[in-house]
């Protein structure tokens, strides 16, 4: 089978991965490096983990969350549906099963909130582990009087962090935000829809979302 360390060493896939965060550098959005790569890939696969899937189900979510930026070498516009075309020919050609293929690229394809959906308990845990990354170590611009609102709400969070309780069946973001940078409504703002879509998420993990900023609870 087809595993992390296997796509991991693929040249080709590390090639599109390291390009697709210098071409968003160049654009000016946050860091999409090996940093946040992996990160997702643990969380949806300790997700999976947590909530009692398979040990390959959560392979598959950690194969998914570590390729799901990778249509950003491309264009950053429906980064998600251009990732997924470009991984199922090369999983296809490392040995990996076809059903398997379909899982992670319909996963990669449904990652953002402009049209995602948590079509699988993989795709599902992608989701919330990619919206669980907003924290200040992924704002490039060192200039914060030209920090825009993503910049500015980014580098608020001084800690985000996911947790799950198998038994109550909760999703919980836990984040830190230094409201001295910005106010809690500006993570709203430009988060909401993330927000809806995580929700969704949890719900079709048979789970309930939580999102608790500076320990009170909002959803």
């Not at 599109?16 to 210098?22: A, P, T």
């Not at 800690?159 to 909760?170: A, I, M, Q």
């Not at 230094?178 to 993570?187: C, G, R, S």
């Amino acid at each position: 089978m087809v595993t992390l360390d296997d796509v991991k060493s693929d040249p080709v896939l590390d090639s599109f991965i390291r390009k697709g965060n210098e071409y968003l550098g160049a654009m000016g959005y946050t860091e999409h490096s090996y940093r946040h790569v992996n990160l997702v890939s643990g969380i949806a696969k300790n997700i999976l983990d947590k909530l009692g899937y398979s040990k390959r189900e959560a392979e598959l979510a950690a194969i998914a969350g570590y390729l799901h930026d990778l249509g950003n070498v491309v264009s950053r516009n429906d980064h998600g549906i251009s990732g997924a075309t470009i991984c199922g020919p090369i999983l296809l050609q490392m040995g990996m099963e076809p059903d398997e293929v379909a899982t992670v690229i319909s996963a990669i394809a449904n990652h953002e909130e402009q049209y995602g959906q948590p079509v699988s308990p993989v795709a599902a845990a992608l989701i919330l582990a990619d919206k669980s990354d907003v924290h200040r170590s992924r704002v490039r611009n060192r200039e914060f009087a030209t920090f825009d609102i993503h910049d500015r709400v980014n580098y608020a969070v001084e800690n985000s962090l996911v947790w799950v309780d198998d038994k109550k069946r909760t999703i919980t973001m836990e984040l830190t935000i230094n409201i001295k940078i910005t106010p809690v409504m500006e993570y709203f703002e430009i988060f909401l829809s993330r927000m809806l879509l995580c929700r969704r998420a949890a719900v079709f993990l048979d789970c309930v979302f939580e999102l608790v900023v500076n320990g009170a609870k909002l959803l």
